[in-house]
């Protein structure tokens, strides 16, 4: 392997309720340590955490940060950008009900982007700030 190549990896635990995390690593060992004092394993211990390969990620090693139109094709959803607490799916994006923006940087550590559902976009858009 090219050094200093990093591998992706999706987290996961049994017991987290908080959502999984993608992380970048050098071995699914170093992808969990790297992890586990996230606030999202908060109370996790090591040996509950799994990391799974996600090969089409690794391309994303330099930035980190995945665009999240890929997250939401993966089944992946996220609260609206607004604070609403809509969950938003790729159907809600294919319906016109949410929208993906990039207007907000480094909320989330490694998504690049971030979904905001029609009501709280209209709010922006009138005051100018979408
Ligand atoms: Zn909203």
Request: hydrophobic letters at 30%; aromatic letters at 14%; charged letters at 35%.
């Amino acid at each position: 392997m090219e050094k200093g190549k990093l591998k992706a990896y999706i987290v996961t635990s049994q017991w987290n309720e908080n959502g999984d995390l993608i992380t970048w690593a050098e071995s699914s060992g170093k992808a969990k340590a790297s992890v586990i004092n996230s606030w999202e394993f908060h109370g996790n211990d090591y040996t509950d955490l799994r990391a799974k390969r996600i090969k089409d990620f690794d391309k994303y090693a330099d930035s980190k940060k995945v665009p999240i139109e890929e997250l939401l094709k993966r089944g992946w959803w996220f609260y609206c950008g607004g604070f609403c607490g809509t969950e938003i799916t790729q159907d809600n994006i294919d319906a016109k009900e949410a929208f993906v923006t990039r207007r907000r940087e480094d909320i989330n550590d490694f998504v690049d982007g971030d979904v905001y559902c029609d009501r709280c976009k209209a709010k922006l858009e009138e005051c100018g700030k979408w």
